[in-house]
């Protein structure tokens, strides 16, 4: 049977949702169910003087209006900044608009939205904090004045590296500022809550049904037992579905005192304010290199906006430190960050979670440095790789970057764009003033997948960094695998099937994945940090082995064989050397539940692997964007984007090339259109996505994409991952070509999105000799 | 969507749907392709205690010859603008820039009429009836009145209906012979224009609707006055936001409008007088 890893298979998952047949959370109709809706602070900061329900609660068919003050069994959300605890529902304060300070049961989410709109709530403003320049200003107002200061969490930097910075032969500074951008997945996030006598069930368009399920039964005090989570069809999540809501258990109070289930969907709007938001980071930097563009010399300090509450934003700028120094060797690099608060959503992680901030900062580094010194941006880079053979590479913060040869990845590129032809086309461009200016852009990017091994993620507040996967031999021959990952988009149920397929030699359409469901499936971790198949691939690959090992014993009892001589193949079973002697799968199966036929075999074929992982891997690629660039507007046109990937060995060509286009394209999106802005008093100023621009398909460029492949070490599949490594490889590919397109006029910097009137005011401030 | 509650009716005929207006005084709104006012009250900004469906009244969905202008029936799917023959014989600017409204989903519900009657400075079609000096036939409770395009846009979504009026349909004078150009600019393609320009060869110049440059669709006068003097096309642009208000928003500033005015003007007009 030729290998089912690294064919080209077509979702499992799709019939189902492309004739509509997918079930999300908010198709769910229980008998008896009732609907939740939040009274959402109006303000950015305020002190709450009073919350005046009974006009709503007057309104026919309302079952129920609640406050913080009604709900005294509500837990707050948990919080890695003990002290800065948010509640559930705000209690006297409110930190963000959007923040729900009261909620509403009603017969449906029509007249829950009437009586959401009849609750008043008496605001005594305080002073907003909008953005970090206010909250870090001398004398700024608190947000937790107890604590006595914005700054929720901080890691001053190890090291100085300013001597180093200080004996280069050149130095030069950055301000990059990382914006703010909405994940605004498909699907909003939401959640039904039935609290029987029994058992508390969830529905929850989340990441990680067992995550939930071990947080609910921690913060209600309920044991697992009682406690069923599903997540099921789950429209993308974005690292934004992994973070813990309110909803959560508001839903499940509620539906324990009304006796009924509870549903509380969000709306768009709801959705653009209440979700965590993702970025939102300024990085100082600084540089010391020599003429021939050799980097000498790193210093970066990150400020992390962590929005109202010092939730999963105060990891992210580790992350972001960790991977600094992208894929290059620097003999000095120094790192530090701290984590902000402001009266805005709360930021959380969003594909690539801190990562993309820094090959977006260490991918412009480089093109600076280029600027600066005149070489190539394509030879600075090779000049400062680090090479194929240094490998484990151990980074200033002790991070291991597993495998990786970044040259080849940028040979491949360069052959796939003809770059001198570019080259000699963007000077053609720049003397004729009839035609769009171009530019050319590159991105040289290494991130983190397989995210584990579980002492990085106890250390985030994570039960662990393993994964798990069952797989059970059904009396059919049928396979039955639950995996302890999450889908929500990424197509596991393909992937982890092929894997098996291999495994068990078995063909693709008998392997069933189900996931998702904390009563089918054994404890897991979830899906985020593009573990998926780097972790949890692995754990379906050792169930599935060790199912088959279990087999070829009942095979080797049947044939009458030493379990040692019985060989699989094409699904059969058979006596070494005499391969027309089988027995096949459909058979040992079946026999496998038959103890009157197994001797001493005992019955069944159901096995579990939890695999936990010794290193993180380290996916990297080289991308190139080319762009137009309007001389008179300053609209930016994508012209070409060629990208190529190195996840290791790729499972399903076809999946992979779906993660990498919906990366890219969210990473063209930031760079170019996305960007959640606040007025001066607090107010979200992109609350629809009329004014939250998430690009279409109309907008995007034909995508050229390769891969090459460099196993990692740390599973035996080879795999990297890649959820989110086309995100990390876009924004600094964008930007890079975007000014590479007017450095010629002295333009060194922009920030983000690329706007048609920054681009404008770039140009012209060039003209009129000024710095852009 | 979660709307406010309200009432629905679905009128046979245009005299009932005036008259369900005529009754039900100020809370009633028309609903057509619902693109525009759907939106505003799933956010509730607007909230209609009546909807008076017009959107089946097939009687309104037409094209037509009238002789000297072509006939456009108020309940013309953009999409019915985009893809008409006899559009692209007597009026090729209206039908080009149906097809830049929104994106197909839009096109197939929203109406010639909603985009007309709503009035928002950004939409695309108030620009082109402006430019094109085409005519609105308005239909109430007095009977039938004729408002030409540059008297029935009042202010930001205000036009000169009153609140018991329908418009049944735009007369739009033939300019087959005539060049045109129409340009938009947005950043996404289904976006409303941050500007856009909408031009026609006229007698000795060109007649040049903006498009988001103030709170309803502006003739560039300046310019236009310009290429009647002999004033070359790269001059006469320079003079596109002469007399404009732009307003300022999270897309653009006021400034980058009317820098974008004055470029989108002149490309326009190489495109209409070569
Ligand atoms: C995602 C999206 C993108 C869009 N992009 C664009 C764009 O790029 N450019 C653009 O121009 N527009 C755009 N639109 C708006 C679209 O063109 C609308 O369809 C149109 O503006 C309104 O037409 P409608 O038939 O849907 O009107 P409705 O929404 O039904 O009505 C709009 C208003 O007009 C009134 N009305 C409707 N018909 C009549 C009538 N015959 N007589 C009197 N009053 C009437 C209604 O009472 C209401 O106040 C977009 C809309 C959406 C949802």
């Known amino acids: 049977m030729t290998s089912m890893v690294g064919a080209a298979v077509i979702r499992k998952e799709d019939p189902n949702l492309l004739t509509g047949r997918g079930t999300y959370v908010d198709n769910l109709r229980l008998p008896g169910m009732l609907h939740m809706a939040f009274v959402r602070s109006a303000e950015a900061h305020a002190r709450i003087r009073g919350i005046e329900v009974g006009a709503a609660a007057a309104l026919p068919r309302v079952h129920g209006v609640f406050t913080a003050r009604d709900l005294p069994e509500l837990p707050p959300i948990p919080t890695v900044v003990p002290g800065l605890e948010r509640p559930s529902l705000a209690r006297d304060r409110v930190r963000f608009v959007g923040e729900p300070v009261a909620v509403v049961v009603a017969e449906d989410r029509y007249v829950a939205a009437d009586a959401v709109a009849r609750v008043t709530v008496d605001y005594e403003p305080l002073p907003p904090v909008p953005d970090l320049e206010t909250a870090l200003a001398e004398g700024a107002p608190l947000l937790f004045p107890e604590h006595g200061s914005n700054v929720y969490a901080e890691i001053p930097p190890a090291g100085d590296a300013e001597a180093a910075l200080a004996a280069a032969p050149r130095r030069a500074r950055l301000r990059l500022v990382n914006q703010r951008c909405a994940p605004a997945p498909m699907e909003p996030f939401g959640v039904v809550a039935d609290w029987g006598p029994k058992t508390l069930t969830v529905w929850a368009s989340c990441q990680s049904a067992h995550f939930v399920r071990g947080q609910l039964s921690k913060l209600l005090a309920v044991p697992y037992g009682g406690i069923r989570v599903i997540a099921p069809d789950v429209g993308g999540g974005f690292g934004a579905k992994q973070s813990w809501y309110p909803e959560y258990v508001v839903a499940a109070v509620l539906s324990r005192r009304l006796g009924r289930p509870i549903k509380a969907t969000e709306t768009r709007s709801e959705n653009l304010v209440a979700m965590t938001h993702g970025r939102a980071q300024v990085q100082e930097v600084e540089v010391g290199f020599d003429d021939s563009g050799r980097i000498l010399a790193l210093r970066v300090m990150v400020t992390q906006d962590a929005g109202a509450y010092p939730g999963d934003a105060v990891g992210l700028p580790m992350l972001t430190m960790i991977m600094s120094a992208g894929c290059y060797r620097i003999p000095t690099v120094v790192t530090g960050c701290r984590a902000v608060g402001t009266t805005t959503t709360p930021v959380g992680a969003y594909r690539g979670a801190g990562r993309p901030e820094a090959a977006y900062l260490i991918e412009r580094v480089i093109d600076l440095v280029s600027d600066e010194t005149g070489v190539d941006p394509i030879e600075v880079r090779r000049r400062n790789f680090l090479p194929a053979d240094a490998f484990p590479h151990t980074t200033h913060l002790g991070f291991v970057y597993d495998s990786g040869d970044y040259g080849k990845a940028l040979r491949r590129l360069l052959e796939m764009i003809d770059y001198e032809g570019l080259r000699r086309e963007q000077a053609a461009r720049r003397e004729d003033p009839t035609r769009p200016l171009m530019g050319i852009g590159f991105s040289t990017f290494v991130e983190m997948g397989g995210v584990g091994p579980s002492a990085m993620m106890e250390g985030l507040g994570m039960l662990g960094g393993w994964e798990s996967a069952r797989a059970r031999v059904n009396p059919d021959g049928t396979v039955t695998l639950a995996v302890g990952t999450s889908p929500h988009g990424q197509g596991h149920e393909t992937a982890f099937a092929q894997i098996a397929a291999d495994a068990l030699s078995l063909p693709l359409d008998r392997i069933e994945v189900v996931h998702g469901d904390t009563e089918v499936v054994q404890e897991g971790i979830g899906t985020f940090g593009s573990r998926s198949i780097a972790v949890g691939g692995e754990a379906v690959r050792r169930a599935s082995l060790r199912a088959r090992e279990k087999a070829t014993r009942v095979a080797a009892h049947l044939l009458e064989a030493a379990p040692e001589d019985v060989e699989l193949e094409d699904g059969r079973f058979f006596v070494r050397g005499s391969p027309d002697r089988g027995i096949g799968w459909e058979e040992v199966a079946n026999k496998a539940y038959r103890p009157t036929q197994l001797g001493d075999l005992e019955p069944g074929i159901e096995v579990a692997a939890f695999y936990e992982p010794g290193l993180t891997t380290c996916p990297s690629g080289a991308h190139c964007c080319v762009v137009g660039v309007d001389r008179e507007t300053g609209r930016v046109t994508i012209e070409r984007y060629v990208g190529v990937d190195d996840c290791g060995t790729v499972i399903n060509p076809l999946t992979a090339r779906g993660q990498v286009m919906g990366g890219v394209a969210q990473g063209i999106a930031q760079a170019l259109y996305e960007e959640v802005s606040y007025g001066e008093s607090g107010q979200p100023l992109t609350s629809t996505l009329a004014e939250y621009l998430v690009p279409s398909a109309a907008e995007m460029p034909r995508f050229e994409l390769e891969h090459v492949e460099t196993p990692t070490p740390a599973n035996s599949l080879g795999a990297k991952g890649l959820g989110e490594s086309g995100a990390t490889a876009a924004p600094q590919a964008v930007v890079n070509a975007v000014i590479d397109a007017l450095s010629h006029l002295g333009v060194r910097e922009l920030q983000m999105p690329l706007t048609p009137e920054r681009v404008w005011r770039a140009i012209q401030a060039a003209a009129n000799g000024g710095v852009a | ?274």
């Open chain 2, 1 to 274: 969507m979660i709307p406010a509650p309200f009432e629905y009716a679905r009128p046979r005929t245009v005299e009932e749907a005036v008259s369900l207006l005529v009754h039900h005084g100020e809370g009633a709104k028309l609903l057509a392709g619902g693109h525009s006012l759907l939106p505003l009250m799933k956010l509730r900004v607007a909230a209609p205690s009546l909807l008076v469906d017009i959107g089946r009244l097939v009687d309104l969905r037409y094209v037509r010859d009238a002789g000297d202008h072509v006939a456009v029936g108020a309940l013309v799917r953009h999409h019915d603008l985009e893809t008409s023959p006899l559009l692209e014989r007597e009026a090729p600017l209206l039908r080009y820039a149906a097809g830049f409204v929104g994106d197909p989903q839009v096109r197939h519900r929203g109406t010639i009429g909603g985009s007309l009657a709503h009035a928002d400075p950004a939409a695309d079609l108030p620009g082109v009836v402006v430019a094109l000096e085409a005519t609105m036939v308005v239909y109430g409770p007095r009977g039938e009145r004729l408002i030409p395009a540059r008297d029935f846009f009042r202010s930001t979504f205000e036009s000169a209906l009153a609140p018991d009026e329908v418009l049944v349909e735009v007369r739009v004078p033939k300019v087959g012979g005539r060049r045109w150009a129409f340009q938009k600019f947005n950043r996404r393609s289904i976006d409303w224009a941050i500007v856009g320009v909408a031009a026609v060869e006229a007698d000795g110049g060109a007649s040049v609707a903006l498009v988001n440059m103030g709170p309803i669709p502006l003739r560039a006068l300046e310019t236009e006055a310009a290429l009647r003097r002999g004033a070359s096309q790269a001059e006469a642009a320079a003079l596109a936001d002469r007399g404009t208000e732009p307003s300022s928003d999270l897309n653009a500033s006021a400034e980058y409008r009317r820098h974008l005015a004055r470029v989108l003007v002149r490309r326009a007009l190489e495109q209409v007088r070569r």
